[in-house]
């Protein structure tokens, strides 16, 4: 569940970004619309996208590389033509609805190329978080797990004085130096 949560709203923010740029190469009007657009956007490339990219390479499987982009190209296009019709977003004129299925081509590689970090930093941060609160709810609610947990190892122990504050040992070093 975490991994859609994280996955979703990193893909929202990023979507909101490439909007913005769409805005501001093409003739194409998003304004603050992006906001909205986003959330089309992403459902979009989270549920449909993959859907009509089977297709789509399926069909040109047989085909030259000039098909298989076309294909792609086809798949970004149905994309928009979704965020463009389900959002307050203006394409202007021919170029507002062929150039932003490029743009969008070009962010999702680019999404694609730094998804990965992104979802293991908030999976990283999320199990933080979340340790940290059923930690402070299970030590206080019996005071034996905790002197059962004192007694296992130092790295452990230096794990848990961690999360508590959230310095290393050589940082909380460091800020007792400065006074």
Known sequence: ????????????????????????????????????????LTLATLFLKPLLKKAATSMSARGTKSV??????AVELV??????WLSGVRTGN???????????LIGWVV?????DLLARKAGELYDAA??????????SSSPTSSASSTASSPAA????????DGLTPEQRRMLDELG
Not at 32 to 38: D, E, K, N, T
Not at 68 to 73: G, M, R
Not at 94 to 104: C, M, N, Y
């Open 130 to 139: 979340e340790a940290k609160i059923s930690g402070s709810r299970s030590g």
């Open 157 to 164: 122990a230096a794990g848990r004085e961690e999360l508590r």
């Open 79 to 84: 994309v928009w033509l979704l965020t463009v």
């Open 111 to 115: 999404y694609d190329q730094i998804d």
């Open 68 to 73: 298989q982009y076309l294909a792609v190209f």
């Open 1 to 40: 569940m975490k991994t859609w949560i994280v996955r979703f709203a990193s893909l929202y923010v990023f979507n909101i970004v490439v909007l913005l740029v769409i805005g501001w190469l093409t003739p194409a009007r998003v304004g603050l619309h992006a906001i909205w657009a986003s959330v089309i």
């Open 94 to 104: 021919f170029w507002g609805w062929v150039i932003p299925p490029v743009i969008l």
